[in-house]
């Protein structure tokens, strides 16, 4: 499911020609924020429930390289989840389809007024049960990754 479409911006361009590993950061915080206004966690639905999501935890990996003014597009997939937690994960493709990047990621639902983690509210858990979902042994072939120098024997 595509959460986010946007552009290289010319100020997300570094010295190396393409856009800089910080932006793609970026462009996975933006959709995100997209994420939580589909879930119905806009400005108005954090104010209602007293609730949003903190990331707790992010796994980015570069694929290729984006240039200025290249469309992007970014899409959800969920991995897991629990009552106050999601496990997700985010391709970013470009307008071919090829994939960019990906950023995996771990979210905490938060009561806002108490600052503590605390369970979905039910209509944000109702449309989460709507996102497109992975069984753990279908996961994208990126998902689960561990960082690590492989060691020669």
Same mark, same amino acid.
């Given at each position: =499911? %595509?959460?986010?479409? !946007?552009?290289?911006?010319? @100020?997300?361009?570094?010295?190396?020609? *393409? =856009?800089?590993?910080? @932006?793609? %950061?970026?462009? &996975? #915080?933006? %959709?995100?924020?997209?994420?939580?206004? *589909?879930?119905?966690?806009?400005?108005?639905?954090?104010?209602?429930?007293?609730?949003?999501?903190? !990331?707790?935890? !992010?796994?980015?990996?570069?694929?290729?390289?984006?240039? @200025?003014?290249? $469309?992007?597009?970014?899409?959800? !997939?969920?991995?897991?989840?629990?009552?106050?937690?999601? *496990?997700? &994960?985010?391709?970013?493709?470009?307008?071919?389809?090829?994939?960019?990047?990906?950023?995996?990621?771990?979210?905490?639902?938060?009561? #806002?007024?108490?600052?503590?983690?605390?369970? &979905? $509210? %039910?209509?944000?858990? @109702?449309?989460?049960?709507?996102?497109? #979902?992975?069984? *753990?042994?279908?996961?994208?072939?990126?998902?689960?990754?561990?960082?690590?120098?492989?060691?020669?024997?």
């Amino acid at each position: =499911m %595509a959460l986010l479409e !946007t552009r290289v911006a010319p @100020e997300w361009v570094d010295y190396n020609g *393409h =856009m800089n590993d910080a @932006e793609y %950061a970026r462009v &996975f #915080s933006l %959709a995100l924020e997209a994420l939580m206004d *589909h879930v119905g966690l806009d400005a108005a639905g954090r104010e209602r429930h007293g609730y949003t999501i903190y !990331t707790l935890e !992010t796994h980015l990996c570069y694929r290729r390289e984006a240039h @200025e003014g290249q $469309p992007l597009s970014v899409a959800v !997939t969920l991995l897991d989840r629990d009552a106050k937690r999601l *496990h997700i &994960f985010l391709e970013l493709s470009d307008e071919q389809g090829n994939l960019l990047a990906t950023s995996e990621q771990m979210l905490m639902g938060i009561d #806002s007024q108490a600052g503590r983690p605390a369970s &979905f $509210p %039910a209509p944000v858990e @109702e449309a989460i049960g709507r996102l497109p #979902s992975a069984a *753990h042994d279908a996961w994208p072939p990126l998902a689960g990754r561990r960082i690590g120098i492989p060691k020669q024997r």
